[in-house]
């Protein structure tokens, strides 16, 4: 019984006979058992004005460094941001999954006019993911990524709330925080963002200090590059 | 059993086992033994045991881990944490991971306790008969790195030993780090154990050529503190060592103490009722009475000899 939750097995649980309950027979029930295009950290930081996040522009096959232009932070809607390492792949599907609810949104909303609170803000993005990453990893299937959400919470009359930054997990673990690093990042970057961080940040300062961050993982981490990309979300003019 | 007794040559071996030489695998057939033993026994028993501690095998005491060290313009600085753990658990809030090599050369230690106390004791001491021999007023950090290397390479990195080793002998100020498995890198700054990410982070933004010794310091116990509070493995206080060019050394321990609990102890507020002076309630009588042992006094006792 225990092959059933071993990912490492994935593919003995292929050649397993077919399970009684096969939903998706057709699709010979493959599992993610490791990640083969992946991105390295992502760091996200929380200032006075929104939130920032950055990345560097690396998608990695392996130890080979194979597309060094790849966008790994991703404009949801006009008003959220996610970022995300890990299987690259699995982060498309995500962006597109996203995108495609927020024209939903868009083309069912009461009015045609934008209006605040139509569409979705960050924490219920974040919330949404949580729900999405914690299904796939209960059926053995993670998306293999780390996500962190930017933008703002939303209040209980549709006015745009504070600033909000969190990260789900490939096995749907949630967390909100002024500083989030995935990957490496988590120990070359969270050490330093938490010692420097103050919540009066202005912009500049925290680009510096995400850019020292990504400088400090070129130099250390194996799987990043010196090509980095900065998103940031405010409330007057959102991504 | 026969067939094991030692051949005609076997007194010579005698003087070889006082000095082994080459590979000693004695223990690793021990080991796989223990190992066997404890997952029959991890798996009899509650299947919530973790991988790594399955109940029966006690876990080694690790010093998780911070240790740094660099070198600045008239010498080196050497930094740790003091937090050793056993499992999850800590078991010695304000231990010592700068070890003495020699009065110019100190070592900071991680990975296993023991290990790293011993072998560092045990190369210190190989070191100051070196000085005995050779009429050196001196050692050199390269001697005490080559030393260590050898040894730790012998034990094929049984030894779980991973040394910042640090010094200034007649060529200048020197760091070098040592891996358990014995390999070794000269380096201008270097961190290791558990929290050596989170400190290498802080050198990495914060290191110059060149810089002073008050530079240097800071930016140690800025390493330090960077892995006391985002490693788990590393905590409690930072002992900070500088060893100088001109001979002189400053062993700073608890150089800096953000986790201090007598402020929190002392702000305990234990009720008088449970700490009362004698004389609190009044004595209105008393009687003393002997204890009785048992009905027995030296009174009764008569001593006769013994009949031999």
């Known amino acids: 019984m225990s092959a059933a939750l071993s990912l490492a097995a994935g593919g003995a649980a292929a050649s397993r006979a077919p399970h009684p309950n096969a939903a998706n027979a057709a699709s010979a029930s493959q599992r993610t058992t490791r990640p083969i295009v992946t991105g390295t950290s992502v760091l996200g930081i929380r200032y006075r004005d929104g939130v920032m996040l950055a990345a560097d522009t690396l998608c990695s096959y392996g130890s080979m460094a194979k597309y060094k232009d790849a966008r790994r932070l991703q404009k949801i809607n006009p008003k959220t941001l996610i970022g995300g390492g890990g299987e690259y792949s699995d982060f498309q599907a995500i ?5 495609r609810n927020a024209l939903e949104d868009r083309c069912t909303a009461d009015s045609l006019y934008e209006e605040d609170g139509a569409e979705e803000c960050a924490r219920e ?8 990453m914690y299904n796939r990893r209960n059926k053995m299937n993670p998306l293999w990524n780390h996500l962190i959400v930017a933008g703002f919470s939303q209040n209980a009359d549709g006015s745009t709330g504070a600033p909000f930054l969190g990260s789900v997990d490939k096995i749907g673990t949630t967390y909100e925080d002024d500083v989030i690093s995935t990957g490496f990042g988590a120990y070359l970057a969270t050490p330093l963002l938490r010692e420097k961080w103050r919540a009066d940040l202005e912009e500049g300062e ?6 020292d961050a990504l400088r400090v993982l070129f130099y250390r981490d194996c799987r990043a590059l010196n090509r980095i990309q900065i998103a940031k979300v405010t409330k007057e003019d959102g991504v | 059993m026969s067939e094991f007794t030692k051949g005609p040559g076997a007194s010579g071996l005698d003087a ?3 000095a082994p030489s080459g590979f000693s695998f004695e223990n690793v057939h021990r080991n796989a033994m223990i190992e066997e033993m404890a997952k029959a026994s991890g798996s009899a028993s509650a299947a919530a045991g973790s991988s790594s501690n399955p109940g029966y095998l006690p876990s080694a005491t690790k010093t998780g881990t911070t240790i740094v060290g660099l070198v600045y313009k008239d010498g080196v600085v050497l930094g740790a944490d003091t937090r050793a753990t056993g499992g999850s658990e800590v078991a010695d809030k304000n231990c010592e991971k700068i070890h003495y090599l020699a009065p110019n050369i100190y070592c900071c230690g991680a990975g296993t306790a023991a290990d790293t106390e011993k072998t560092t004791e045990n190369i210190s001491s190989q070191m100051e008969l070196l000085r005995m021999n050779m009429g050196d007023a001196q050692s050199r950090v390269v001697t005490a790195c080559t030393l260590l290397k050898r040894m730790l390479f012998r034990y094929q990195g049984y030894v779980s030993a991973a040394l910042v ?15 358990p498995h014995g390999s070794t890198a000269k380096l201008p700054y270097t961190t290791m154990g558990s929290g050596s990410l989170a400190a290498m982070s802080v050198f990495e933004t914060g290191w110059t050529e060149d810089m002073s010794e008050e530079e240097g310091v800071e930016l140690v116990k800025r390493a330090i503190l ?9 905590g409690s206080n930072v002992d900070v060592c500088v060893i100088r060019t001109d001979g002189t050394m400053t062993m700073d321990r608890g150089a800096v103490t953000p986790n201090d609990v007598k402020p929190l102890r002392d702000a305990i507020r234990r009720s008088d009722l449970l700490t009362m002076k004698a ?18 006094t030296l009174a009764d006792v008569t001593v006769t000899a013994m009949e031999t």
């Not at chain 1, 993005?125 to 999405?132: E, I, K, M």
């Not at chain 2, 008393?286 to 204890?291: I, L």
């Open chain 1, 125 to 132: 993005v974040w919330n949404y993911l949580r729900a999405v």
């Open chain 1, 95 to 99: 962006t597109e999954l996203l995108r």
């Open chain 1, 206 to 211: 925290a680009r510096a200090l995400l850019e």
């Open chain 2, 226 to 234: 960077a892995g006391v509070f985002n490693d788990l493995g590393s």
């Open chain 2, 165 to 179: 080793l640090g010094g200034c002998d007649v060529n200048g100020p020197h760091i070098y780090q040592i891996y």
């Open chain 2, 279 to 296: 004389g609190t309630t009044a004595v209105l009588k008393s009687e003393f009475t002997p204890a009785k042992r048992g009905g027995v």
């Open chain 2, 16 to 18: 070889a086992a006082s």
